[in-house]
């Protein structure tokens, strides 16, 4: 999907790529989740107390680590001194996003282009929801709108007297819009709709049209409730749908909860919604020019959304303005897999429908004797530009590799046919060629590249550029191609050495380790493990690259900060390649697991300056988190060109929270905005003082000139009020307390440096126990004697 909202343009702009709709997850993944669930803390009050002295040794650290001196520069310095978080680079602050109450999950945020609102999800109900899931399938939604004091929550959902079983699906935080699926309490519990919601605390709902068929023995009566059923499993899912959800592609997978028109034989149908109040969705896949015809079927063995969801592209199969659908015709009676568009098809499409076959072989002469498929790459935001690759030879210039296997993702994918024996070739598909060149659709293809490709990396958004991997001489290379050259050129000598197979990166069919970024592509940003792939890089472990097309430039980023730990080559841990896993074309085991929508934000700026990541090895002496293998969150970034930028730690480098898969600060789902002065970190750690939900996760803004000024009522002169706000370590500030919208704390001065935070009795109370708890893991007696000695005197005798 692509948001159209312009950002503010003191924040910079950025078109929002075209995405995808993640289908809601099942109830075995929610409790096999590992990250949804309450956490517990310990030893919190020893954490504050090593936050207070990490911040007194701050600026010797920083200065050791080369962390720019720009203290007096910073707009926001005197809160950043007064909350101990002034170590963090570009004048960034700590801001709580997320609610302080939150039941005992997790919420996930999801931020605006220009930063200054995003969209949290999750199972909490705070205080002021109107509605709320009665089920684990069903989720929370709330806007959060950054003000000049605090972010202001708003609830999104309904209340349930309006619908129930609500489950949010997709978002877009620059438009405040919404897709759900839910159902009236007037209906049966198996009955299930898809709604779009307008922006605004008011927004109201368009129902778009219903989403199963229900079986004939299940219940009809009313039921304000739902649970799980035979139409909670089988129902049509939404894959891919325009940013404003005027139009929605939805996908069926159980030829038994098949619409009545569709005569589909196989397991895979593709329908669209267009408009509102539908009474049911359209065939995708028909070889009609008549809007939302049945027949002809294009494949009557069926159809799936670009290559298919099961591990397949989705990239921009939906067009920004709906009007252009890819789709992929299943292998059927000896006919292999073939991809196809669907252009105007909707019943609100303003031109005639028409079907058009893109995979349609291209050669003027003989082009092999067999024929095998066609898989769907990605195409440009605009549906003019369309990438395929295939073993088949379908132009003139290309290689016949069709001994060497197939290139279907369900059969085996480029990445994993024979060596030597052609492979895949890589093919652009122009309806944009000048002149009269493609007055036909075979006219239009052309060869990217010929023989031994194993898998297109990334795609630009309007298609000028696509990178790939291919073969040379046994190695894997990476490539860029560039339309209006129609030239490629080297970008990356990979290799298939390290602890796994780089080769095996490729595997995954367009669910690599990449992004790409700017509009044009320019910028690459790619997850490898080839030791001397830049002259700083001596390790085997994955390491995070970036590189510019237009100057050639390759730089590691995921480097130490300051040179740290042999410039990160002694880290114990390497990057994780799902950690910038591309989240355009997700379906659901994306990086952050969690709902994909419009406006998920990349790890990486538009301007391609900016990159955010998470890491297990320690790239900073401040990261005392990977002492026990948690991860931290870093910045690179630079202001001139790659080979200048430099690592900072964006985290608190702490992690307090124990019993749980992951520890660690990580990035929440949409993570940067289009100029990466917003990132948004999940961490168990509280960065501010209205952080008091026991160590839950939240969702913070490490935000370029960020921070509050701290309220009156958390500060005070007298010495017996408890530590100094200039020791409390790198992140105090205040929280988003406003839950309902009203009575967000006021605008207040910033209070001096020396000025102390309040701790009142039954706080001292709290810190003590916590205190004591984390004593009594040391073994040693005398050891421990001493630490809960040294506890009581500190918070027992505080406040006398």
Not at 63 to 87: I, K, S
Not at 444 to 458: F, H, K
């Amino acid at each position: 999907m692509t948001s159209q909202a312009a950002p503010a343009a003191s924040k910079g702009a950025r078109r929002t790529p075209r995405r995808q709709v993640h289908p809601p997850r099942g109830l075995g993944d929610r409790l096999t989740s590992g990250r949804h669930r309450s956490r517990t803390t310990l030893d919190r009050a020893a954490t504050r107390t090593a936050k207070a002295l990490l911040a007194a040794s701050i600026s010797l650290l920083t200065v050791g680590l080369g962390v720019p001196a720009t203290q007096a520069a910073c707009p926001n310095e005197a809160v950043r001194l007064e909350q101990g978080f002034n170590h963090l680079p570009d004048c960034r602050g700590y801001e709580q996003v997320s609610p302080p109450y939150k039941e005992g999950y997790e919420d996930k945020g999801f931020i605006s282009s220009d930063g200054t609102k995003a969209i949290l999800e999750g199972s909490s109900i705070v205080a002021g929801t109107p509605g709320t899931s009665e089920n684990v399938l069903g989720s929370d939604g709330y806007l959060d709108q950054r003000t000049p004091t605090g972010w202001k929550l708003t609830p999104l959902n309904a209340p349930l007297s309006e619908f129930v079983l609500q489950t949010l699906i997709a978002k877009e935080p620059d438009s405040g819009m919404t897709l759900w699926v839910q159902h009236l309490p007037s209906q049966s519990q198996a009955a299930k709709g898809l709604y779009a919601r307008e922006p605004g605390a008011d927004g109201k709902y368009k129902y778009l049209g219903p989403l199963n068929v229900p079986y004939a023995e299940e219940p009809k009566e009313p039921a304000d409730w739902g649970e799980g059923t035979k139409s909670e499993k089988y129902y049509d899912k939404p894959l891919a749908a325009t940013a404003d959800y005027s139009h929605v592609v939805l996908q069926d997978s159980s030829s038994s909860q098949f619409w009545g028109f569709d005569k589909t034989t196989g397991v895979f149908s593709v329908y669209e919604y267009s408009g509102v109040n539908n009474e049911h969705p359209v065939l995708v896949g028909v070889n009609s020019p008549i809007k939302g015809a049945d027949e002809p079927l294009v494949d009557t063995c069926g159809t799936q959304l670009g290559s298919g969801e099961r591990g397949g592209s989705l990239y921009n199969s939906i067009s920004a303005d709906g009007e252009s659908v890819f789709f992929t015709a299943l292998a059927c009676e000896g006919v292999p897999e073939e991809v196809w568009m669907r252009r105007h098809g909707a019943l609100s499409a303003p031109g005639p429908a028409e079907t058009i076959e893109i995979s349609a072989s291209g050669c003027t002469v003989a082009c092999g004797a067999q024929a095998s498929g066609v898989e769907f790459e990605g195409a440009s935001e605009n549906g003019s530009i369309i990438y395929m690759t295939s073993t088949q030879k379908l132009t003139n210039d290309a290689v016949d590799g069709t001994e060497s296997g197939g290139a279907a993702v369900e059969e085996s994918s480029c990445a994993h046919t024979a060596e030597g024996l052609g492979g895949c070739n890589l093919y652009v598909f122009d309806f944009d060629r000048p002149g009269a060149e493609c007055q036909q659709a075979h006219q239009c293809l052309s060869l990217v590249a010929g023989g031994e490709v194993l898998g297109v990396a990334g795609i630009a958004e309007d298609g000028q550029r696509v990178y790939y991997v291919k073969r040379v001489g046994g190695t894997p290379e990476l490539f860029v191609w560039d339309k209006a050259s129609g030239e490629s050129k080297l970008a990356a000598v990979l290799s298939y050495t390290g602890e796994e197979e780089e080769e095996a990166i490729w595997r995954r069919p367009f669910r690599h380790p990449v992004e790409v970024t700017g509009e044009d592509g320019r910028y690459l940003l790619f997850v490898s493990q080839t030791p001397g792939l830049t002259p700083d890089d001596h390790t085997s472990k994955p390491q995070l690259f970036e590189y510019d097309a237009l100057t050639g430039e390759l730089v590691r980023v995921s480097k130490g900060e300051g040179g740290y730990n042999e410039d990160g080559n002694a880290a114990k841990f390497g990057v994780s390649p799902e950690s910038i896993e591309t989240f355009a074309t997700l379906l659901g085991e994306g990086g952050a697991g969690d709902f994909k929508s419009g406006t998920d934000r990349l790890n990486i700026s538009s301007d391609g300056r900016t990159v955010l990541f998470k890491d297990k090895g320690r790239l900073s002496a401040l990261a005392s988190s990977a002492e026990k293998n948690c991860t931290s969150v870093y910045e690179f970034r630079t202001t001139g060109l790659l080979s200048e930028g430099a690592v900072h730690l964006v985290s608190d480098g702490l992690d307090t929270a124990a019993f749980r898969q992951l520890c660690g600060s990580l990035l929440a789902g949409g993570p940067v905005d289009a100029t990466g002065d917003d990132v948004l970190i999940e961490t168990a750690d509280s960065l501010v003082p209205g952080d008091t939900d026991g160590g839950q996760e939240d969702v913070y803004d490490a935000r370029v000139n960020g921070g509050f000024a701290l309220p009156p009522s958390m500060l005070c002169s007298e010495p017996e009020c408890g530590i100094p706000a200039t020791s409390a370590g790198p992140a105090v500030a205040p929280a988003s307390t406003s839950l309902t919208g009203p009575g967000n704390l006021p605008a207040t001065p910033v209070a001096p440096a020396t000025a102390k935070l309040k701790t009142t009795p039954p706080a001292r109370a709290h810190q003590l126990a916590k205190a004591l708890r984390a004593c009594r893991k040391d073994h040693n007696k005398h050891k421990r004697k001493i630490c809960e000695t040294r506890a009581r005197k500190k918070f027992e005798t505080a406040g006398k």
